[in-house]
């Protein structure tokens, strides 16, 4: 059974802080790694993807990979408001159906 | 361009009753699934259809549950007989070839009365 945790949260962060957001798997032959952000009443949206150990960084967010720990992250540079919602964290291995974790819930107070 | 579209946006049947959930999925992608949210709860893996081979159909909760893909494009859905415990979001997705992100529709919100 290929198992994603989160935290489910909430992980409260105040304005303009770093936002780490966790997520471990199980499954050693996972390659490829994505990170989806999800508002209340909407559909998820890609942030992220990333398939190599260290960091990937794009604008405010910044992916990390370390397949050695099975773990991944991602973290949130001068958190704003507008980035509260649920994250989800989903990993794919050989099989191409992904599995997703149950998401952590980020809320960004002024 | 365009992302995944799905329709419609909101259904609301009775127990009993048939229902069918479309997605269109961006042009040029050959994969697509359909997943189900229920309120507050994480995403259940439905179906998985792959180019013209055959769908992995091992998400599927029951029989009353089916899903057809025409012309490697368009997908439909189907509920038979719907019962309460249906009720949910359902989402759909699609990738690529060359990379395999998901990309997923707006959802269809089912309420069975």
């Known amino acids: 059974q290929k198992e994603v945790e989160q935290n489910s949260g909430p992980l409260s962060v105040p304005e303009g802080a770093i936002a780490s957001l966790n997520c471990t798997y199980s499954?050693?032959?996972?390659?490829?790694f994505f990170w989806y952000r999800q508002y209340s009443g909407k559909s998820p949206e890609l942030i992220m993807s990333?398939?190599?150990?260290g960091d990937k960084e794009d604008g405010r967010f910044t992916a990390q990979l370390n397949k050695a720990s099975q773990y991944v992250s991602l973290l949130i540079r001068d958190s704003q408001p507008s980035d509260s919602a649920t994250y989800l964290c989903?990993?794919?291995?050989?099989?191409?159906?992904?599995?997703f974790g149950r998401g952590t819930s980020l809320i960004v107070h002024p | 361009g365009a992302g995944v579209s799905q329709s419609p946006s909101n259904k609301v049947t009775e127990k009993g009753k048939d229902v069918e959930l479309r997605c269109d999925p961006i042009?040029?992608?050959?994969?697509l699934y359909w997943y189900r949210q229920s309120l507050g709860q994480g995403l259940e893996f439905l179906i998985y259809?792959?180019?013209?081979?055959?769908?992995?159909k091992s998400g599927l909760p029951s029989d009353r549950f089916s899903a057809e893909r025409t012309g490697g494009s368009v997908s439909t859905l189907t509920i038979q007989r719907t019962q309460q415990e249906d009720s949910a979001v359902y989402l759909c997705?699609?990738?690529?070839?060359?990379?395999?992100?998901?990309?997923f529709g707006p959802g269809t919100r089912l309420t069975v009365l």
């Open positions: 259809f792959q180019g013209n081979s055959a769908p992995d």
């Open positions: 990333i398939y190599s150990n």
């Open positions: 499954d050693r032959g996972s390659q490829s």
């Open positions: 042009s040029g992608h050959t994969a």
């Open positions: 997705a699609s990738s690529g070839i060359a990379r395999d992100e998901q990309f």
């Open positions: 989903a990993v794919k291995g050989g099989s191409y159906i992904p599995t």
